[in-house]
């Protein structure tokens, strides 16, 4: 059960209560999981993904991570069968994700992708009401309660006053939240959120991922692309890290982002110290001394800079 459709399994603590926001026990109930198996992509004649394995809980929110172009959207794109793999396969529970119907896998998955535009004349209200099309037949209208699953939804992401807004007037952010919208009408068992937090202010990035978080409380897996290392460390169980299109680590949160590997991976220096008021992990971050080193010495001094700037052109 989720938020949408019924009360969520409350969380064990919050960012006031100084503890890490995780599910509450008993755990989450079982639902339904998600599996990439062996996956490799090509596009344009270049190997994007590798042999890639992942596991999607029930119950869990996990953090994909990965520097630019390390293949976190086409993955994204493979486990909600917006594109196939030239080998290895998807399991949705056990089943064949690509063998599913289109309608049947759309009432167990939804995918919210970084951009989502239109140029028709849709409102806020229209858009969400897609999300409700795997549950009727092609020419019906909207039911009462696929009104009343929109309605809710949009509550959820704090938009409940844009219903006739005009999609197409809405910025980055808004539109952001009304594709989370749409996704949580689909009342999916799966989610899949491609940079969910992209084009939001701190305030809307938080209560988005903690929505996220007590929609896995319910038993829903959630997997997301994350830019941000300390929004993984918050709000994720678990982290699956990506470069250059393999696998590199996955595991627990606090297992997997360690100093070590996000120098290996980001080339950055780290440390990771514990929150003071949730207790997850948070991660300092600052360039290599190396780095930092062949930054200064490839620019001038501000006195020679000067002095340049003062001599008359030869």
Known sequence: MNPITGPAQPLTSSRRSGHAATPASPAAPPGVSLQGLGLDYRAGGKLILDGVDCDVPAGTVTALLGPNGAGKSSLLQLLGAVAVPHTGSVQLNGSNLYALRRKERARQLAFVEQRADTDLPLTVLDVVLLGRLPY????AGSSDEDLGVARRSLTAVGLDSFTQR???????????????????????????????????????????????????AGGVAVLAALHDINIAAAYCDQVIVLQEGKVVAAGPTPEVLTPDLIRRVYGVDAVVLEHPL?????????????????????????????????????
């Open 278 to 314: 949730t207790g997850r992990p948070l991660v300092a971050l600052c360039p290599l001394p190396e780095a930092s080193l062949r930054t200064a010495s490839a620019q001038p001094s501000s006195r020679a800079s000067a002095r340049a700037a003062a001599s008359p052109a030869s």
């Open 136 to 139: 009727r037949s092609p020419l």
């Open 166 to 216: 005009r999609y197409g007037t809405l910025s980055g952010g808004e539109r952001q939240r009304v594709q989370l919208a749409k996704a949580l009408a689909q009342e999916p068992e799966v989610l899949l959120l491609d940079e969910p937090t992209n084009h939001l202010d701190v305030n809307a990035q938080l209560a988005s991922m903690e929505l996220v978080r007590s929609l896995a």
